[in-house]
């Protein structure tokens, strides 16, 4: 990737720097969790809110802009593993499309809690309602990474573009970035997905983050669906600086992607737990930090431990390395026996060089 290709190692989304400087970004998915209503949806952005989220993100479409209304062959989900075996497809996204008129009550929400809205959307026409709303930034899901044209006309609107990897191999990766930054795109960042629903840990490949790093020379964050928080901590603890998890109010209140969904209280932690896990990366460091300056005192030198009188001998009787540090470091125990000293010591005298003749 050349100079003109390369992207900003950060970005910002409505005035909030994210990067690897600051802590990680917290986006609560609703997808399809509002349940069909809208009072509950505005329920889920206040839940949001409260358990410290960054950003409440959306999905824009409609079951005719996702899929054709047929109830056949490869339009009828096959894998008997799937949460949704059985279902079309139009029926599927039918039930979890966020109806567009509830948009502006829920950006609305969204910024009198001051919790950032954005939303993926999946055709041309989404970008365009998106717009009119002042979204401040945008998705592309896992599964329309591959879909160029879209890219283009997302990237066009020049705000900061969050893209899911899953399935992408690296040559698409490549092609969908190379395109985002040919249509406009100056901010991105490449979110490491695995496009199945629960994910498992197994499959997660975290290591793949720093990777992408250093390939496309941006910001790289997880858009997760294991359940729980260990995959979203251990991600922040790889460099990555954004993590998208599904959010519900309530597992057993069912919806499409409940299974896999966070619960308050467990964004509530993913929350504190990201941030401790960033605050925790640091630099590379050795030496003891200024905090640990002083607990040196605490390390092992080498003390006199009985009386002893002048001309005396060092030996194992009267020479250890114990606690506390102010004597000479451990590594001169054995040089030091069978030296004499030059003047009494008293039993807790710290060696030093001065007490040999």
Same mark, same amino acid.
């Given at each position: 990737?050349?100079?003109?290709?390369?992207?900003?190692?950060?970005?910002?989304?409505?005035?909030?720097? @994210? $990067?690897?400087?600051?802590? #990680?970004?917290?986006?609560?998915?609703?997808? $399809?969790?509002?349940?069909?209503?809208?009072?509950?949806?505005?329920?889920?952005?206040?839940?949001?809110?409260?358990?410290?989220?960054?950003?409440?993100?959306?999905? &824009?479409?409609? *079951?005719?802009?996702?899929?054709?209304?047929?109830?056949?062959?490869?339009?009828? +989900?096959?894998?008997?593993?799937?949460?949704?075996?059985?279902?079309?497809?139009?029926?599927?996204?039918?039930?979890?499309?966020?109806?567009?008129?509830?948009?502006?009550?829920?950006?609305?929400?969204?910024?009198?809690?001051?919790?950032?809205?954005?939303? &993926?959307?999946?055709?041309?026409?989404?970008?365009?309602?998106?717009?009119?709303?002042?979204? #401040? *930034?945008?998705? @592309?899901?896992?599964?329309?990474?591959?879909?160029?044209?879209?890219?283009?006309?997302?990237?066009?609107?020049?705000?900061?573009?969050?893209?899911?990897?899953?399935?992408?191999?690296?040559?698409?990766?490549?092609?969908?970035?190379?395109?985002?930054?040919?249509?406009?795109?100056?901010?991105?960042?490449?979110?490491?997905?695995?496009? /199945?629903?629960?994910?498992?840990?197994?499959? /997660?490949?975290?290591? &793949?983050?720093?990777?992408?790093?250093? %390939?496309?020379?941006?910001?790289?964050?997880?858009?997760?669906? &294991? =359940?729980?928080?260990?995959?979203? %901590?251990?991600?922040? *603890?790889?460099?990555?600086?954004?993590?998208?998890?599904?959010?519900?109010?309530?597992?057993?209140?069912?919806?499409?992607?409940?299974?896999?969904?966070?619960?308050?209280?467990?964004?509530?932690?993913?929350?504190?737990?990201?941030?401790?896990?960033?605050? *925790?990366?640091? =630099?590379?460091?050795?030496?003891?930090?200024?905090?640990?300056?002083?607990?040196?005192?605490?390390?092992?030198?080498?003390?006199?431990?009985?009386?002893?009188?002048?001309?005396?001998?060092? /030996?194992?009787?009267?020479? =250890?390395? +114990? =606690? #506390?540090?102010?004597?000479?470091?451990?590594?001169?125990?054995?040089?030091?026996?069978?030296?004499? %000293?030059?003047?009494?010591?008293?039993?807790?005298?710290?060696?030093?060089?001065?007490?040999? $003749?």
């Amino acid at each position: 990737m050349n100079d003109d290709q390369e992207l900003s190692c950060r970005l910002k989304i409505a005035g909030r720097e @994210i $990067g690897p400087a600051g802590p #990680p970004f917290i986006i609560a998915e609703m997808s $399809g969790n509002h349940n069909q209503s809208l009072e509950r949806a505005l329920k889920i952005v206040d839940k949001a809110a409260e358990a410290g989220a960054d950003a409440l993100k959306l999905q &824009t479409y409609t *079951a005719d802009s996702m899929t054709l209304d047929l109830q056949e062959k490869e339009f009828l +989900i096959s894998d008997p593993q799937s949460l949704w075996y059985g279902r079309s497809l139009y029926d599927l996204y039918r039930e979890a499309a966020t109806p567009w008129a509830w948009h502006e009550p829920i950006f609305k929400r969204c910024r009198e809690l001051g919790l950032l809205c954005f939303s &993926t959307p999946f055709n041309a026409e989404a970008v365009a309602f998106l717009e009119d709303l002042q979204a #401040p *930034a945008y998705k @592309i899901a896992s599964f329309e990474n591959i879909d160029l044209p879209l890219i283009e006309k997302v990237a066009a609107t020049g705000k900061p573009l969050i893209m899911s990897t899953g399935m992408a191999t690296l040559s698409e990766l490549d092609e969908a970035v190379r395109c985002a930054r040919k249509s406009g795109c100056r901010e991105l960042v490449l979110l490491k997905c695995t496009s /199945s629903y629960p994910a498992s840990p197994e499959d /997660s490949n975290l290591l &793949t983050i720093p990777h992408l790093q250093k %390939i496309f020379n941006c910001p790289v964050g997880l858009s997760d669906h &294991t =359940r729980g928080i260990g995959a979203a %901590i251990a991600a922040v *603890a790889l460099g990555a600086v954004m993590v998208e998890k599904h959010f519900t109010l309530n597992r057993e209140d069912g919806g499409v992607d409940a299974a896999f969904s966070l619960e308050p209280a467990e964004l509530r932690l993913l929350v504190s737990e990201a941030k401790q896990a960033g605050k *925790a990366l640091g =630099r590379i460091s050795y030496g003891p930090t200024e905090k640990e300056q002083k607990s040196l005192i605490f390390r092992r030198s080498l003390y006199i431990t009985r009386d002893m009188e002048k001309g005396e001998i060092l /030996s194992p009787l009267n020479l =250890r390395a +114990i =606690r #506390p540090g102010l004597g000479l470091p451990p590594k001169f125990y054995q040089q030091l026996l069978g030296k004499k %000293i030059n003047q009494p010591a008293q039993k807790g005298t710290p060696l030093s060089w001065d007490l040999l $003749g």
